[in-house]
């Protein structure tokens, strides 16, 4: 085994197979998947020396500009959060970076919101903010607000395509050389581009599914969920309880909680009524 003759040291760990422990490098193989977690100062030559060219057969990290010149280039990425969530809620985000922006963001670990835990989702958010020679713009739709779109749109893609071109301009405004944006495969691109304005009709849109692989997306999908969970936070200290983040039967529970003290029109300015959740008071 490699890392026992690399003289690492072993021991039991609880839903692990193994962790062993080296020079400045822990090393845990969980059960489930399973998965592989590298900690330390050693982590990114372990990787490219050991773990990729030895166990893989592969050699990604850094070579990132090789396999994905398109990713380096400038453009917009462009995500939300909160569209899975009964309460709160729903955020659009976008970014835009160019070669320089993005490989500091790549470096610093930016990648899908949805493998990060929310409490460094904070830290990376400021992290990007501050990146030099990045853009940025977010738009957040409180409950309220996204329940009469929602009544007037009727369609959750409808609502994506308006919130995701309202970026795009605000993006495009503060970057008009910016030729191409690109965002998750939500609907017909023809919907997206329908609604946007004059700033963003000329700009090469571009849709497809694990659009978060792409470092710009995955900046923007980090500010989104950044956005969304400061407005839970905010909640749970207003409403003197934790308000639950997705649609699971501890959301429902709440929102009875809810209910029972405020009154169902309490819904309106905590939820999105459209989900069946909503559906047993209203």
Request: hydrophobic share 40%; aromatic share 8%.
């Given at each position: ?51 990729e060219p030895e166990v893989l057969g592969t050699a990604e990290l ?5 396999r994905n010149p398109e990713m380096f280039e400038p453009h917009f ?171 699971s039967s501890t959301v429902r529970e709440t929102a009875g909680k ?25």
């Open positions: 085994m490699i890392l026992e003759q690399s003289g690492f040291i072993f021991k039991k760990k609880d839903h692990a197979l193994f962790a062993a422990t080296g020079t400045n490098l822990h090393v845990t193989v969980y059960e489930k998947g399973p998965k592989v977690l590298i900690q330390g100062k050693n982590t990114e030559e372990f990787v490219r020396f050991t773990l850094g070579y990132e500009e090789e990425g462009i995500d939300e959060s909160g569209k899975g969530d009964f309460f709160g809620p729903l955020v659009v985000a976008g970014a835009y970076t160019d070669r320089d922006s993005a490989r500091t963001l790549l470096d610093a670990g930016v990648m899908d919101s949805k493998k990060i835990a929310d409490p460094k989702i904070k830290k990376l958010a400021s992290l990007i903010r501050k990146t030099p020679g990045l853009d940025h713009e977010v738009i957040m739709i409180g409950p309220e607000k996204y329940n009469e779109l929602y009544k007037k749109i009727g369609n959750l893609n409808k609502l994506l395509a308006w919130g995701h071109a309202a970026v795009i301009e605000k993006l495009c405004a503060k970057r008009p050389d910016c030729q191409r944006a690109l965002s998750d495969q939500f609907a017909n691109p023809s919907r997206l581009r329908s609604a946007l304005g004059k700033n963003g009709r000329e700009i090469q849109l571009q849709q497809r599914t694990k659009a978060e692989s792409d470092i710009t997306v995955a900046a923007a999908s980090i500010l989104a969920r950044d956005k969304f969970v400061w407005w839970i936070e905010q909640a749970s200290v207003k409403y003197g309880l934790t308000v639950p983040k997705g649609a809810l209910v029972e003290k405020h009154g169902k029109d309490i819904l309106f300015d905590i939820a999105k009524t459209h989900f069946r959740t909503a559906s047993e008071w209203l």
